[in-house]
């Protein structure tokens, strides 16, 4: 397990290439499952959750002549093992397109994770209402269906990787689908897009309501995968909290409004063009609320990411707080962040952080993605130097990510175990 050596205390300055985004490639690369054409990526990113998705679109039969290209013209299983889909949750998006196309499905029951418990039973009843039988066997869901019939999908909650498995599910159904409170979030948009471009009618994508006009083929696609708004907002992050200037591009404007408000409510300067967006800051931090919610509200993903900047709030200037509402048990930094210094209160799903003048260097364990990023970004700014531990979880999501912190100045290096 490899570690994270920061020596902390440097100005952050230049300017990122953001990689393209994770959690769109994920569903994205499972399109391939629904044509019979070839699916090709010019940008898919090279990260760890998108090399456990090849390895379970290959062990599927889905043709890889390249990174980015998918062919699955014949398929050799319909079964996505406990082994892979262990690995990451997202396996499970394989499931919608596998019963629609393929008719017969068997993907391991996800279990819960280190941010939550994270149920799938919202996908599961929407392939029921699909027509699709599902049974819990061993561990495993089994779905079947001779063909899906389209019908009003409304979704308990506007999850995500729900509402793309079932908009996949119902792009192959008989007839029309409604899929109401849908989520928002701009990877779902994509997905919607991505599915037009292979010529399925489909509308209301970046709204509550998706409505889907079922098909029986779809054509391939060639696609360039959005920037990762996730990626995007930690370097901006990572700029604020070492009282730098940081520019990200390219930045889908619409795509972070939340976050720009909590910035700009901090005290940080940012300005956006078509393309680009800079951040300018110089800590203590004003401080600020923030409430996890879906799209459009403030990402649950860029939470972590935030407590460490707001630990360097004005010592004098009252408590900030932060609710996160979408994961029951996303809170795992703050343990790690208090023994850096930072004064963090915890109840519930409610952290209150009182600013400090500075953090300190010291070990720490990364738990999950986000919280490992919030780790990383306090190693940057305390003083001495941080060793941020079991940093796979950050190669799930971070691509060239000491790469690109050296290059804004950081001194960052990983020492291999
Ligand atoms: N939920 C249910 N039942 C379901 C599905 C979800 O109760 O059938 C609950 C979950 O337990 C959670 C809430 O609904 O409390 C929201 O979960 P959602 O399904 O929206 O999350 P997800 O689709 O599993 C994706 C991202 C996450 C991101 C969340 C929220 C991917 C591959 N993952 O997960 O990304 O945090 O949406 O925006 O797209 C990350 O990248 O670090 C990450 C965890």
Known sequence: MDSLVIEGGRRLKGLVEVPASKNASLPLMCLSLMTDQPVRFSNLPQVS?????????????????SHGHFHSAKLKSVRAEYDLVRKMRASILCLGP???RWGRAEVSLPGGCAIGERPVDIHLKGLELLGAEIKLEGGYIHAKANRLKGCRLPLEFPTVT???????????ADGESVISNAAREPEVAEVAEALRTMGLT?????????????????????WQIQADRIQLITYLAAGAITGGEVTCTPYRPKSIDRV???????????????????????PPFKPVNIETAPFPGF???AQAQFM????????????SRIRETIFENRFQHVSELRRMGAQIRLRGNLASIKGVSHLSGASVMASDL???????????????????????????????????LTALGAQIRRVPQ
């Open 260 to 282: 720009i408000e909590k910035f700009r409510d901090m005290g940080c300067s940012v300005e956006e063009s078509a393309s680009k967006i800079l951040l300018s800051a110089k």
């Open 370 to 404: 986000r919280a490992s990023a919030s780790l990383v970004l306090a190693g940057l700014a305390a003083h001495g130097q941080t060793q941020v531990l079991r940093v796979y979880h950050l190669d799930r999501g971070y691509e060239k990510l000491e790469e690109k």
């Open 162 to 172: 729900g509402t793309i498995n079932l908009m996949m599910a119902a792009a192959l």
């Open 202 to 222: 489909i509308e209301g994508e970046g709204s509550p309501e998706i409505k889907i006009q079922g098909k029986q083929d779809l054509n391939g696609l060639d």
């Open 299 to 301: 990402p649950t993903d």
């Open 98 to 100: 596998l019963v629609a």
């Open 49 to 65: 959750d998108i090399l456990s998705m090849k390895a379970l679109l290959a062990s599927l039969g889905v043709h890889q002549e």
């Open 308 to 319: 460490a900047c707001l630990t360097l709030g004005d010592p004098e200037g009252g408590f």
